[in-house]
């Protein structure tokens, strides 16, 4: 089975290609902006156009704008191919990216949130989640993060402001999605924003 992994949520933009578990090519950027212009031809330049039996598509937390490109992205392709879509949660990716380099153990995922604030959420070693996902300032992030080994953007300021443990800043990739505990890939792609949007309905 061909797998087209799309990872869009965050300021990094990357998809991957899979025959079975087996990566056969990938493309990650860091682009801060811009992914509703770069994703279709970042998947229109893998191998057979990166068409595939199963796509995989991030939910968040991260940005209002990736996430809905790249759930939008993830539906148009899956209609037109007749593929399978699941989606899975952006801070369990950065975990699965942190136990595949450091080894299975706990891992804090702490993400850039809006406002000032962090997405932070707990995992065990094999990749469970242990404590729900949240948008956190840093001093409560401090307090809430319970691992040693903390991943993600906002990694190495969490460390700083704790003092103790390990960090991994990574941004998440879409080739590391066969490293997901199969249960984490869900046929409900329900969007994962994190947080509240700014904008609100008028009185």
């Known amino acids: 089975m061909r797998m ?5 949520a965050t ?16 493309d990650h950027r860091v682009l801060g902006r811009g992914h509703a212009e770069r994703l279709v031809p970042m998947i229109a330049a893998l ?3 990166g068409k595939a039996d199963r796509i995989t598509v991030s939910l968040g937390p991260g ?14 392709l899956g ?7 699941l989606g899975y949660p952006t801070l369990a990716l950065v975990a699965a990216m942190a ?7 706990p891992v804090t995922s702490v993400m850039t949130g809006g406002h000032g604030e962090w997405f932070v959420q707990d995992f065990a070693a094999d990749g ?5 996902m949240t948008s956190l300032s840093p001093a409560d992030a ?18 700083a402001a704790r003092g103790h443990g390990e960090a991994l800043t990574l941004h998440p990739d879409a080739r590391f999605v066969a490293a997901l505990p199969a249960h984490l890939l869900s046929p409900d792609t329900v969007p994962i924003y994190g947080r509240a949007p700014d904008a609100k309905l008028p009185a």
Do not use: K, Y
Request: charged share 15%.
């Open 4 to 8: 087209l992994a799309i990872e869009c």
């Open 11 to 26: 300021e990094a933009c990357s998809v991957a290609l899979f025959d079975d578990e087996t990566l056969i090519a990938h």
């Open 47 to 49: 191998p057979g156009s």
């Open 63 to 76: 940005s209002f704008t990736g996430v809905r490109i790249g759930l939008a992205t993830a539906r148009a």
């Open 79 to 85: 209609f037109a191919w007749q593929a399978q879509v």
């Open 99 to 105: 136990r595949t380099e450091r080894g299975p153990q």
């Open 128 to 132: 469970t989640a242990v404590s729900d």
């Open 142 to 159: 401090a307090q809430s993060a319970a691992a040693s080994l903390l991943a993600g953007t906002q990694a190495e300021a969490l460390l």
